[in-house]
């Protein structure tokens, strides 16, 4: 599949089919995620890989009610939960190098579009949750304090594929030379 078509192609799935990951395809997703870009090589990016129905159940309770990929947390055969080393990215001698601060968001922002473009790309789903009880998913994963939960998605072969959502046109968000021209 061509980056393009990747990129245009990729879709939020919420319902997946119970149909395993296999090893090799999940460590190529994890390689995606390993050669991401980062704020001077840091890397500062772990991921947590979550099988077991019990955890993905307590990890489901973690998101609101009312959040439309609450049921795809038990769905999908893996849940893919995406930590941030605080400190680490956006830092240069131990002080934050720009008014940003910490770049953990940034980076792991990265390190996520790449995990979801190439699960796209061999076959498999993805949905990038964001509203969810931070807190509480550290203490469920035993993530310690000097790492944060940024996000996480459940991973899975979809049950449909999904419409395309309406997109801005490109001069909706670009200006050339100065704001608003």
């Not at 089919?17 to 090589?41: F, G, H, M, Q």
């Not at 830092?91 to 190439?118: H, P, R, S, Y």
Request: net charge positive; proline share 6%.
């Amino acid at each position: 599949m061509e980056l393009a078509e990747a990129i245009r192609g990729r879709r939020s799935i919420r319902k997946y089919k119970p149909d395993p990951v296999s090893e090799e395809t999940l460590k190529t997703i994890l390689e995606a995620v390993r050669w991401s870009p980062s704020w001077a090589n840091t890397q500062c990016w772990e991921v947590i890989v979550v099988k077991d129905t019990e955890m993905k159940s307590k990890l489901a309770e973690t998101l609101t009610q009312t959040n439309p990929a609450r049921n795809a947390m038990t769905e999908a055969p893996l849940i893919l939960v995406l930590c941030g080393k605080k400190g680490v990215s956006g830092f240069k001698k131990g002080e934050a190098a720009t008014v940003k601060g910490d770049w953990l968001m940034f980076d792991t922002g990265i390190a996520m579009q790449n995990l979801c473009l190439t699960a796209h790309a061999l076959g498999l789903g993805t949905v990038i949750i964001g509203l969810f009880d931070h807190k509480k998913t550290e203490e469920i994963l035993g993530v310690p304090p000097d790492r944060e939960v940024v996000a996480m998605t459940p991973l899975g072969y979809p049950v449909a594929e999904s419409p395309t959502p309406k997109r801005k046109e490109i001069s909706e968000f670009v200006y050339y030379d100065k704001y608003g021209k």
